[in-house]
């Protein structure tokens, strides 16, 4: 038996991601797949880049490694975020793959962050069931788990012989679409999340297949003080989202 960390939605939050690097490496993990959006909003987008890079076995594209690639230059935000990572690591994120398969005990996975072909395409935990089995009907091999990121939000669901999974976010766990303003305290939501997949890697023999959900307190304090040391844009909605957990709708994006 195996055990792999699946992590997403780091959001060059350099703290969370050490905090969660750390408790993987404690559980003895060694393998660790990344379903995007590495960069974009926090505090260190070069450090994040060069640490999935070193740590992560596989790498998917995130809608926000692919809008900071292909960053226009009227939208002050994302090339900031370009200027800062340099032509080796926008070249990194360009060539990142959309999705990935593999077997996990018998059990067919496909890893992708959004969609499959499709990184704007959000799909949350209240959205319909008939539209969360679309994610499944693709051409070729339909996968048994769905394992995906973008919304910052951890849930698994059971859809009759199908299983679709939300790993959640590392750097920046927010509760949209829905938030209720008359809750203060967030901090169960305001964690860094992973999830953590066991059982026998690239064995198409059904066998025994669990899947944990695991979050991690980590110092937001410090992560704030590095994004105003850096100067990131949208500073304010920043520390609102790492803070309150309250997704914050920038006006240049």
Known sequence: MEKIAIISDIHSNLVALEAVLKDIEKRGINRIFCLGDIVFKGSSTCEVVDRIKDKCEIVIKGNCDD?????????????????????????????????????????YVRMFHATKNDLYN??????????????????GKEPDIILYGDIHQQYMQKLQNK?????????????????????????ETTQAFYCII???YNAKERGSISIQFVRIPYDIEKEIELAKEKQIPDLEAYIIELTKAKYFKRANK
């Open 67 to 107: 809008a900071i690639v292909n960053a226009p230059k009227e939208s002050k935000r994302r090339s900031w975020y370009k200027e800062q990572l340099g032509e080796e690591r926008i070249e990194y994120l360009k060539n990142l793959p959309l999705y990935k398969d593999f077997y996990m005990s018998g059990s």
């Open 122 to 139: 959000r799909i949350f935990a209240v959205d319909p069931i008939e539209k969360k089995k679309n994610m499944f009907q693709e051409e």
């Open 163 to 187: 299983t679709i999974v939300n790993v959640g976010s590392v750097g920046n766990s927010v509760y949209f679409p829905d938030y209720d303003e008359s809750i203060t305290n967030m901090e």
């Open 198 to 200: 066991e059982g026998e």
